[in-house]
């Protein structure tokens, strides 16, 4: 469980609490720079070995990407001490009209204490103040990020609501779901789009969805492909 200890500069200390009261650690989650090129390896090897065991998709990064995105002050790092806990990044489409919050990874001894929530909130939190005007958007297949999505005050919407920059879509062609995309003409695929519009008014009114929904959605989706598939 964690807990904010506060904000300095652009390091944010949270503690943990973990099952018995002896361990607690103090986690920093930072906005990234290029001393944090050194956890680049480790931050792909970690999305990489997650894909594989999720059995999904995923657009795979290299480590010179993910520097370029610390360099720039487009990322957010969670560290405990000098390991890596976590990690998020910016990306830009569009000119800048549209933002993602993309490559959300938590190392598997840190999950289930609720980082990549604190994660998502920074590298939010971030990206408004860094692009005000810009529409925040994500595609995903995971509930968690969905939920955490939704929390924000993310709304799900169909994939013409989103960038219409291909290079974005071109990213997804390493995703072993890639067929889907351009069997349905970059309409839909496996991933849920959700979308925060700074200038919404259903933005401002903020109506969480339900993981429920969420799941029925998903499912819809397997069901559909997955037929497609068997033709
Ligand atoms: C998904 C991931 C980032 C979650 O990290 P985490 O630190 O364990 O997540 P948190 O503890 O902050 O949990 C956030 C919320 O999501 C929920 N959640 C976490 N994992 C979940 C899962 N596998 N399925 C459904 N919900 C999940 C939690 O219950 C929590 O909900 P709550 O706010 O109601 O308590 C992590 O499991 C991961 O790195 N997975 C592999 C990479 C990945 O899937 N990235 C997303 C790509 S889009």
């Known amino acids: 469980m964690f807990k904010n200890l506060g904000e300095s500069g652009s390091t944010f200390q949270v503690i943990i609490f973990q099952s018995?009261?002896?361990?607690?650690?103090?986690?920093?989650?930072?906005?990234?720079?290029?001393?944090?090129?050194?956890y680049a390896h480790s931050i792909c090897e970690t999305i990489s070995d997650a894909a594989q065991v999720r059995g999904t998709g995923i657009a795979k990064r290299k480590p010179e990407y993910i520097i370029s995105k610390m360099e720039n002050g487009n990322a957010v790092i969670a560290l405990d001490?000098?390991?890596?806990?976590?990690?998020?990044?910016?990306?830009?489409?569009?000119?800048?009209?549209?933002?993602?919050?993309?490559?959300?990874?938590?190392?598997?001894?840190?999950?289930?204490?609720?980082?990549?929530?604190?994660?998502?909130?920074?590298?939010?939190?971030?990206?408004?103040?860094?692009f005000p005007e810009a529409k925040?958007?994500?595609?995903?297949?995971?509930?968690?990020?969905?939920?955490?999505?939704?929390?924000?005050?993310y709304k799900p919407v169909t994939f013409s609501e989103l960038t219409t920059d291909q290079s974005f879509w071109d990213g997804c062609q390493t995703c072993k779901n890639y067929d889907v995309l351009q069997r349905t003409q970059q309409t839909m695929c496996m991933c849920t789009g959700m979308l925060f519009d700074p200038n919404s008014?259903?933005?401002?009114?903020?109506?969480?969805?339900?993981?429920?929904?969420?799941?029925?959605?998903?499912?819809?989706?397997?069901?559909?492909?997955?037929?497609?598939?068997?033709?």
């Not at 018995?20 to 050194?38: T, V, W």
């Open 81 to 130: 001490g000098t390991t890596f806990a976590g990690f998020c990044y910016i990306e830009k489409w569009n000119h800048g009209k549209f933002v993602a919050n993309s490559g959300l990874i938590v190392h598997p001894d840190y999950r289930g204490q609720g980082l990549a929530k604190q994660i998502k909130k920074i590298i939010f939190e971030h990206s408004r103040a860094k």
């Open 20 to 38: 018995s009261l002896i361990k607690i650690k103090i986690m920093e989650i930072i906005i990234a720079d290029k001393s944090h090129s050194i």
């Open 136 to 153: 925040v958007f994500s595609i995903t297949t995971g509930l968690a990020v969905m939920k955490l999505n939704s929390d924000l005050g």
């Open 201 to 231: 008014k259903e933005t401002k009114e903020h109506k969480k969805i339900k993981e429920k929904v969420f799941k029925r959605l998903k499912t819809i989706k397997q069901t559909l492909f997955l037929k497609n598939n068997k033709k």
